[in-house]
């Protein structure tokens, strides 16, 4: 009996709500196909509650934790330590606990980056941005870290747009600039690289962000940030420019390779991830 182990690795989710979160289904599949001993559980936390269940899993010795909404500002007030680009972009959403310090870090923009880097290296490109929310604050933040040359910002509120376009001025060797994203927006000249970092599409093939799609160009890498459906009508449309395509599965897979890295020192199977996600969204490629 003394050689036998029934003590799995604790890792998991803090968010509300979170029955439709699919990370829990990929993260658990590579633990089983890799043969690691570990949990991902995936927990409903309400605002009130983050503290404790901070505190939770630094008690029962949690090796990590995902943060997502609305607990990625909140969860700082409880951590020890922020990694460059969380502390630059001002939220978390993975947490990482060595020796009982809290370690937070913003994987959000890093999982786009690992995806856009297989089309195209970022350095020295200049990207239309779409959106000014979280995803694209974080993901704004991880090109200008990466080096991208110019980065606009499109956004229907320009205030906002201009908060982030501050923060890759202030904080990376990237030039950033602003558009007020009113009516059917054209792509800019010399634009390398599209994304769209709105909501725009989420559940709703049919649904497309408003952009003149006679103005993608073949050399244009035209990127979406949802995983649901994985080819947006954005995407299909830029497809059937000529525009390389990337989906959102990409993003939400290298997040959760990330996550398991900064937790167990190990990189988990992303090609295992894919298709678990391939098979809840029931897609192909």
Not at 45 to 62: D, F, H, K, S, T
Not at 240 to 252: P, S
Request: glycine share 8%; charged share 20%; hydrophobic share 45%.
């Amino acid at each position: 009996m003394t050689d036998m182990n029934f003590r799995a690795v604790l890792t998991g989710s803090f968010s509300t709500p979170c029955a439709d979160n699919p990370t829990v289904a990929m993260i658990e599949a590579a633990y089983r196909h890799d043969g690691i001993d570990a949990r991902y559980i995936n927990c409903d936390v309400q605002p009130e509650n983050l503290a404790a269940a901070v505190a939770g899993a630094r008690a029962m010795e949690w090796v990590g934790f995902n943060c997502s909404l609305p607990h990625k500002v909140a969860v700082i007030e409880y951590l020890d330590e922020l990694a460059e680009s969380a502390r630059i972009i001002g939220a978390v959403n993975c947490v990482s606990i060595r020796d009982g310090r809290l370690i937070g870090d913003n994987t959000d923009g890093k999982g786009f980056l690992a995806s856009l880097q297989k089309a195209a290296d970022p350095k020295g490109k200049k990207v239309l941005l779409l959106g000014a929310g979280g995803a694209a604050r974080a993901i704004a933040v991880e090109l200008g870290l990466a080096g991208a040359a110019h980065i606009t910002i499109a956004n229907r509120n320009r205030d906002k747009a201009e908060a982030i376009a501050t923060l890759i001025r202030d904080n990376t060797k990237s030039e950033a600039t602003t558009i007020e994203w009113a009516g059917d927006l054209a792509v800019p000249d010399g634009i390398d690289v599209v994304i769209n970092a709105t909501s725009i599409g989420l559940g709703d093939a049919q649904a497309m962000p408003k952009i003149d799609r006679d103005s993608f160009r073949p050399n244009h890498v035209v990127a979406d940030v949802i995983p649901n459906p994985p080819m947006t009508k954005l995407l299909r449309e830029a497809k059937a420019r000529g525009c390389t395509t990337l989906d959102g599965l990409g993003m939400l897979v290298n997040q959760g390779v990330i996550g398991v890295e900064l937790w167990l020192d190990r990189k988990p199977s992303a090609d295992v991830m894919v298709q678990t996600l391939q098979d809840i969204f029931n897609v192909s490629d």
